[in-house]
């Protein structure tokens, strides 16, 4: 089993509306969370980061964990078309220097 | 965010040949760097860590005779595929982390590699 799992999609959905990225975890270890955006044939793109339970905002952007549950979302809101990429959500745990654990990624696509 | 620079985007060579690839933080010192692999449709898979002047430690299941990675300054690590195979055609991401708590890790633009 791999220590983050996320449903690699893909998602479609209308410009302007809410979307839900979601993953879970297996390591309890796990200290931090990120959200990265990658556009094919790209490196990825930091685009959030936290590392307690709860919300963490940053603009149309909205992270959010729950560490009983090992459940990690982001949810964007007022979607728009340059948002369709792919979306990488990772942990990290100070045990392992904190390299990063990733998901498959979730393939979104926004459509005008 | 930090820059960091990596270094060719894509490249094409032939079996049996070795290929360098260089990860450079532009705008701050890379105490860690890490190098992943990343096959289509398929998550990033880390490769291994490096910390500048040490030897890097390789996650299992890559053989570390083959993928050849230098961290000799706080600002490059490169890592070189020796003798390779169609089998390692993939794109390869390095990423850069300043500080030892500092957990964020700014991520190259990846090299695309094709073995022909």
């Known amino acids: 089993q791999k220590e983050v799992e996320q449903d690699p999609g893909p998602l479609s959905v209308p410009e302007g509306a809410i979307v839900s990225l979601n993953c879970t975890y297996s390591n309890s270890a796990f200290q931090y969370f990120m959200w990265y955006r990658q556009y094919s044939r790209k490196g990825p793109e930091l685009l959030m980061y936290t590392y307690s339970s709860g919300n963490k905002e940053d603009g149309r952007f909205t992270a959010q964990v729950d560490k009983s549950s090992k459940y990690i979302s982001l949810f964007i809101r007022d979607s728009q078309p340059s948002d369709s990429a792919t979306y990488l959500c990772a942990s990290a745990r100070s045990n392992s220097g904190y390299a990063l654990n990733f998901g498959k990624g979730t393939s979104l696509l926004v459509t005008p | 965010g930090a820059v960091v620079s990596q270094h060719p985007s894509w490249v094409i060579c032939k079996s049996g040949t070795s290929v360098k690839i260089e990860c450079r933080s532009l705008d701050f010192q890379a105490t860690t760097m890490f190098w992943y692999r990343q096959f289509p449709k398929q998550s990033l898979m880390l490769m291994a860590t490096?910390?500048?002047?040490?030897?890097?430690?390789?996650e299992q299941g890559v053989e570390k005779d083959k993928f050849l990675i230098n961290h000799a300054s706080l600002t490059l690590s490169t890592l070189t595929v020796t003798s390779a195979h169609p089998e390692d055609s993939s794109f390869y991401i390095c990423s850069a982390r300043a500080g030892d708590t500092n957990t964020e890790a700014f991520f190259g633009q990846g090299t695309r590699l094709t073995v022909v």
């Open positions: 490096s910390n500048e002047g040490s030897k890097a430690t390789y």
